[in-house]
């Protein structure tokens, strides 16, 4: 067993030693609150035992990746919610299949998540934990409808500028694979910001198109009428057509090929043509640290005695409160 520390020492040593030296002193000086005082010198010995974090690891193999590093640039305007994929399924219901195909044609490489909407944020950072972009991929809505501002697609250029520097740099022996899957739609009546600059960073990916020319309807999300359709301000029933051309201008910037997708059977593998998957070097493998936490011993009776101490607390205030009158002078 040793300790894995949430706190550093440096802060963990001056911060405890002073609550348990002014528990102690409390305990000795106030013989009348002994009790309440001995409770709470075993609250504080408690939270240090948790800030300490006692583990005992779990033995397991190194894992082996391979030389790939994949970043998804997803699409969650609420357009993605348009109902014109494979016939009359959500957009985004392709998004999920192809994002766990790539997973498929990628297994051992790491993986990262950027989500654009109103802004763009690196849901996902690059991890070999495949499970976790999984959970992520079966969870995946967009965003809430009340909540939108517009969109435009170059939102997450900066964000994906940033992830595929720094895993070139860290990682300069693995490829960079980028799939951006959206229905290229913008909102906000701006020029979209070339993606030019991102092209020297990548190896391969494709950019990923949803929708059609015809369009679909978009049902609500969030709120009180979330399942409802989105109604444009006559009234009408508001439909959302895919723009290819702003797709396949980004995928020429990008320097990776567009595809049209509205088959989740459709051939997505010609994306990562000229890279060879190959395990990493022995000497560049990780182990995985796993951990077994006995912390919750300490938190199962820390959380009893901090309700012990909140219901005394509530006891002792009324009482005390109604030593005194409304001026603030003693009865």
């Known amino acids: 067993m040793h300790f894995e520390h949430l706190l550093p020492l440096w802060a963990t040593i ?6 348990l030296t002014l528990c102690a002193v409390l305990l000795v000086r106030r013989p009348r609150q002994r009790a309440a005082w001995g409770r ?5 010995l408690l939270l240090l035992v948790v800030a300490l974090r006692p583990v005992t690891p779990i033995e397991g193999e190194q894992t082996q990746r391979m030389n790939a590093n994949v970043f998804f640039v997803v699409d ?3 357009s993605m919610n348009a109902e014109d994929y494979a016939g009359e399924q959500p957009r985004l219901e392709g998004v999920t299949a192809d994002m766990e195909r790539i997973m498929g044609m990628t297994e051992g490489a790491r993986y990262s998540i950027i989500a654009f909407d109103s802004s763009a944020t690196q849901q996902l950072p690059l991890t070999t934990d495949a499970g976790a972009a999984r959970a992520w991929i079966d969870t995946l809505t967009t965003e809430p409808t009340a909540y939108s501002t517009g969109s435009n697609v170059d939102r997450p250029l900066t964000t994906l500028m940033v992830q595929i520097s720094e895993a070139q740099r860290e ?6 694979l980028v799939y951006f899957l959206s229905d290229g739609e913008n909102t906000d009546d701006r020029e979209s910001e070339s993606f030019e600059q991102a092209a020297g960073f990548i190896d391969g990916g494709a950019v990923l198109g949803y929708g059609t020319a015809e369009g679909g309807p978009m049902k609500v999300e969030g709120g009180t009428d979330d399942g409802e359709y989105i109604t444009g301000p006559d009234g009408q029933q508001g439909v959302s ?4 051309e702003q797709l396949q201008t980004i995928a020429g910037e990008l320097g990776v090929p567009y595809l049209h997708r509205d088959d989740p059977e459709a051939e997505i593998e010609g994306t990562m043509e000229g890279i060879t998957l190959r395990p990493v070097p022995i000497e560049s493998r990780r182990g995985v640290a796993s951990f077994e936490d006995w912390y919750w011993v300490a938190a199962i009776p820390l959380a009893a005695l901090l309700i012990w101490e909140l219901g005394e607390m509530t006891y002792r205030l009324p009482r005390k409160l109604d030593r005194y009158d409304v001026g603030g002078a003693q009865r």
């Open 14 to 19: 001056p911060l405890f030693g002073t609550m």
């Open 40 to 44: 709470r010198l075993l609250m504080v």
């Open 76 to 78: 969650r305007t609420g």
């Open 171 to 176: 990682d300069p022996d693995s490829s960079v």
């Open 241 to 244: 057509v895919i723009d290819e």
